[in-house]
């Protein structure tokens, strides 16, 4: 998820709390920052401050509405009413009046995914064989027993899971799950692999398959030729 908050204090406390709590968390101070990781990290939810530095926060609501359907959560101090039903109408998805307590945040990041899962009707529960991922509640099991999971793993079970049969390289894995600012984090991915295949009973690599020098994919393959 993207949080976007001028308030630095803030913005480490809800990085920290959402981290906590599962999230794997980007965070920007200014309007065009968080635009452009908008586009290009492509968040599974925004938590919007309307009142950044930069660019009025419902004019960035208003921007992000006009090419993507991400769920918005946004946040302010102002607790006028003219200016949350604004915040609705462009396209925000919910409202937290300012100070709020991270249990209420979180509660209204999962009604929002739930809200935008359902209208967008798209699969809530991903199966690839004997794995079940469930993406409202950020659970994942395996013939019927729950994973345990840390949040990047199961972002990365999903993404893979997303793509099953394709070979999603390893450039694609990483800015997908780390998002756009991974750096050099090829050792971290391959950590990573080896901890699911662990989780998945998969030591032979024959669900979760490597293809040297390029990636890894997940699920039912093509017979080569």
């Known amino acids: ?88 109408d462009l396209g925000a998805d919910d409202y937290v009046t300012k100070p709020f307590g991270m249990a209420e945040l979180e509660a209204r990041i999962r009604a929002a995914l739930r809200h935008r899962l359902a209208a967008g009707g798209e699969p809530v529960e991903l199966r690839i064989g004997d794995v079940e991922i469930d993406l409202l509640h950020h659970q994942a099991r395996l013939r019927g027993r729950d994973l345990e999971l840390t949040a990047r793993e199961f972002d990365l079970l999903t ?34 692999i080896y901890r699911l295949r662990r989780k998945l009973d998969d030591s032979g690599g024959a669900l979760l398959r490597t293809s040297p020098g390029i990636g890894y994919s997940l699920g039912a393959h093509p017979p080569a030729g």
Do not use: F
């Open 1 to 88: 998820m993207l949080v976007v908050d001028d308030d630095r204090a803030l913005l480490r406390a809800m990085r920290v709390g959402l981290a906590a709590k599962g999230h794997a968390v980007s965070v920007a101070a200014r309007a065009d920052e968080g635009l452009a990781k908008v586009a290009g990290e492509r968040p599974e939810v925004v938590v919007l401050d309307l009142g950044l530095p930069d660019l009025d926060g419902l004019e960035v609501c208003r921007r992000i509405r006009g090419w993507s359907d991400v769920p918005v959560v946004v946040l302010s101090a102002d607790g006028l009413e003219a200016r949350k039903v604004a915040a609705l």
């Open 159 to 192: 993404y893979l899971a997303h793509h099953a049969g394709k070979v999603c390289t390893h450039q694609m894995i990483l800015r997908a799950v780390w998002g756009g600012e991974y750096g050099n984090e090829a050792e971290s991915l391959r950590t990573y």
